[in-house]
C-alpha cells in the first residue's frame, strides 16, 4: 500500500488550494479515503471521508462548505479542494484509506504542509 | 463531539519496562452494532502516524505481540510489555464510533 499526497504550500488567507492523493497497490474503489490534519496545537483532526462510489460523504464542521472531497478511481486518487481558508487551517494534511466498516484510518500517506498567511 | 482525554501525556519509561496509557471517552463507544470503534495510533518522530490496535484489542498486522489494547464503553487503555527504544513517539487514541472522529490529545513516550 502506497499513498501520496501532493498540492500543499503557501496560500494568503481567503485563497484556495486544492490537494491530491495517489494511492496504489490495493483495489482503491473498494476503500474510503479520508483526509485528517495534525497541527502542534490542536493535535489530529479528522477532516472527511468519501467512500468508494463517491456517494458518500461526510465533513467536520470546522471545514464543512469550504472543503469539498471528490476522487477519481480510474486514476487511483482522491483530492480536497479548500476554499476560503483561514491562517487556522495551516497544518500537515493526511491523506488515508479506510477500509469498509473500519471506522478507522490504516495506511496514511506521508503528509503534505499547508501554510495559510498573509 | 466526543472528547478522547489520554493520560498521561508524558511517559519516562526505562528500556525493558512496561508502559501503560489510559484513554477515556467523553460518551460511550459502543456502535449500533455492538461493536466499539477504538483505535490506537503511534507516531514516531517524523513520521505518520501508524495504527497499532484497532476495536479495542486486535492488533493490526506486523504489530509487535508487546503491545496490547484493552477496554469497555469509555474506558481504554494501550499497554506495551517491554519498552523498546523504538517505541519512542507520540501515541494517541481515535474513535469511529461517533462521528466526527476524534483523537485523543496524544501521549508523548520517552526512554528514561
Known amino acids: 500500500v502506497q499513498i501520496r499526497e501532493s498540492g500543499g504550500g503557501l496560500v494568503k488567507p481567503g485563497g484556495s488550494l486544492r490537494l491530491s492523493c495517489e494511492a496504489s497497490?490495493?483495489?482503491?474503489?473498494?476503500?474510503?479515503m479520508t483526509w485528517i490534519r495534525q497541527t502542534p496545537e490542536k493535535g489530529l483532526e479528522w477532516l472527511a471521508y468519501?467512500?468508494?462510489?463517491?456517494?458518500?460523504?461526510s465533513y467536520v464542521d470546522s471545514v464543512k462548505g469550504r472543503f469539498t472531497v471528490s476522487r477519481d478511481n480510474a486514476r487511483n486518487s482522491v483530492f480536497l479542494q479548500m476554499d476560503s481558508l483561514r491562517v487556522e487551517d495551516t497544518a500537515v494534511y493526511y491523506c488515508?484509506?479506510?477500509?469498509?466498516?473500519?471506522?478507522?484510518?490504516?495506511?496514511w500517506g506521508q503528509g503534505t504542509l499547508v501554510t495559510v498567511s498573509s | 463531539d466526543v472528547v478522547m482525554t489520554q493520560s498521561p501525556l508524558s511517559l519516562p519509561v526505562t528500556l525493558g519496562q512496561p508502559a501503560s496509557i489510559s484513554c477515556r471517552s467523553s460518551q460511550s463507544l459502543v456502535y449500533t452494532d455492538g461493536k466499539i470503534y477504538l483505535n490506537w495510533y503511534q507516531q514516531r518522530p517524523g513520521e505518520s502516524p501508524r495504527r497499532l490496535i484497532y476495536k479495542v484489542s486486535d492488533r493490526d498486522s506486523g504489530v509487535p505481540d508487546r503491545f496490547s489494547g484493552s477496554g469497555s464503553d469509555t474506558d481504554f487503555t494501550l499497554r506495551i510489555s517491554r519498552v523498546e527504544a523504538e517505541d519512542v513517539g507520540l501515541y494517541y487514541c481515535m474513535q469511529g464510533t461517533h462521528w466526527p472522529y476524534t483523537f485523543g490529545q496524544g501521549t508523548k513516550l520517552e526512554i528514561k
Open positions: 497497490g490495493f483495489p482503491f474503489s473498494d476503500y474510503y
Open positions: 468519501i467512500s468508494g462510489s463517491g456517494s458518500t460523504i
Open positions: 488515508a484509506r479506510s477500509p469498509p466498516w473500519s471506522r478507522a484510518a490504516d495506511h
